[in-house]
């Protein structure tokens, strides 16, 4: 089985630019945890010792950013699954066999990131969903979609009832773990390679294993969404879309300025429920994450229709490409940098923000250098070898441009 690398004109940039575009969306959300023990912090994110510019900064994350990316990414593995099995089944491969080692190599990535690394790892989680959606392949697309809304629209009325489940008055104030702060503290910054693995073992890990049905449950009605849409030919006919997406852009824009403004207003004890007030913000960033997601791909899809290759998304097309990459790297950079300069638990989300703003821009660069000379990422690469059991032509001939027509299978 020969998996020939996709010609520049049949790849579809819409997918890349936008998935490009939620990985930094991703790092953003993902920085504070490289810095704080985020586990063990009170539930507005923030540590004891934070300045005012960390509350508006975490405000911000809030309204804009926080539950907004990993929703795309999860949207577009959907899309992209779909994508990889439809054309192995046309090719003629064994399409379940292959479907299923991807998804194997993908949660080997996973839990060896997971495992050694950090534990906000989502690439596992997406493996072991992905599983489901083997379920939903031959299914029409109606059906589809309704397991896909049924499955989401049960997730919101628990986030729901949340929001009318009173604290304990009995509780104590603060749950917080000072001791179980400080340990991480010292295991990151300056314990030995066993101390920090016996305590992530130990305290980070668990919690880990206990929510993962929780996550799978989260992204598999947007790995169906995708899924559905790409199949529909949502990707490669965006323009006999494009009155839709216009109608489905007016509406989530409405609904993402009424559940954004919630957050506020909820943070700030203008509007309240009988929940704590930490968990009805949560509840509002989760459902202002769905309508903004949908809204940022809308704007993203109208955008590409209105200028064929946006000057924009251009830049962000060569990381998507690259993106199993430049997610694992963005951890190795993160953790690395943590370590060697004690960062962690001690740097705000300042710290943090300026740190993505420099290390992204580097990624595209390095993006843009590196698919010169290789179809492929690294990671991609050994993901793809590891799909089919052979080992893929990386590197480029001299004077390749992508465009020798021959189309890569996922």
């Keep these: 089985m020969k998996a020939a690398p996709v010609s520049e004109a049949q790849r579809i940039r819409q997918l890349d630019g936008i998935r490009g575009f939620a990985l930094f969306g991703i790092f953003l959300v993902n920085m504070p945890t490289f810095l704080q023990p985020a586990l063990f912090l009170p539930g507005s994110g923030l540590p004891a010792a934070h300045s005012l510019l960390d509350e508006w900064i975490r405000l911000f994350f809030n309204l804009f950013v926080q539950t907004k990316f990993y929703t795309i990414f999860s949207f577009l593995f959907g899309a992209s699954f779909y994508l990889f099995m439809s054309r192995a089944e046309r090719k003629g491969f064994p399409m379940r066999r292959l479907y299923v080692r991807r998804l194997v190599a993908l949660f080997v990535f996973g839990a060896s990131h997971l495992l050694f690394l950090w534990y906000g790892d989502i690439l596992h989680s997406y493996a072991l969903a992905g599983f489901f959606l083997l379920l939903f392949y031959r299914m029409d697309d109606a059906g589809v979609q309704r397991w896909a809304w049924s ?7 628990l986030y729901g009832l949340t929001l009318f489940t009173a604290a304990d008055p009995d509780a104590s104030v603060s749950t917080v773990d000072t001791a179980l702060i400080d340990q991480a503290k010292e295991a990151y910054n300056y314990g030995n390679w066993h101390q920090w693995m016996q305590f992530r073992l130990a305290h980070e890990l668990p919690q880990v294993v206990e929510n993962e049905w929780f996550v799978i449950w989260s992204v598999l009605p947007l790995f169906l969404f995708g899924f559905s849409l790409a199949r529909q030919g949502l990707f490669r006919d965006v ?9 489905v852009w ?8 009424a ?27 989760e459902w ?7 809204f940022y791909i809308c704007s993203l899809l109208l955008l590409y229709e209105k200028e064929r290759r946006p000057r924009l998304l251009k830049h962000l097309e060569s990381v998507g490409r690259m993106a199993l990459t430049h997610y694992l790297a963005q951890t190795v950079v993160s953790v690395l940098l943590a370590r060697v300069f004690h960062l962690y638990g001690e740097a705000g989300m300042a710290v943090g923000v300026v740190l993505c703003l420099l290390i992204f821009p580097l990624q595209i660069a390095f993006s843009t250098w590196w698919l010169a000379r290789y179809w492929y990422g690294p990671a991609e690469w050994v993901w ?5 059991g052979s080992r893929i032509p990386m590197r480029k001939a001299k004077g390749t441009t992508g465009s020798n027509g021959q189309q890569r299978d996922g």
């Design 384 to 388: 793809r070898t590891l799909t089919y």
């Design 151 to 157: 499955l989401l629209i049960c997730m919101q009325i």
């Design 259 to 285: 559940l954004v403004s919630m957050i506020p207003l909820l943070q700030y004890g203008v509007v309240s429920f009988p929940a704590p007030r930490d968990t009805a913000v949560q509840v509002f960033v």
């Design 239 to 247: 323009q006999r879309y494009v009155p839709v997406i216009r109608r």
């Design 288 to 294: 202002s994450g769905l309508a903004l997601c949908t």
């Design 250 to 257: 007016w509406g989530v824009l409405g609904a993402s300025i």
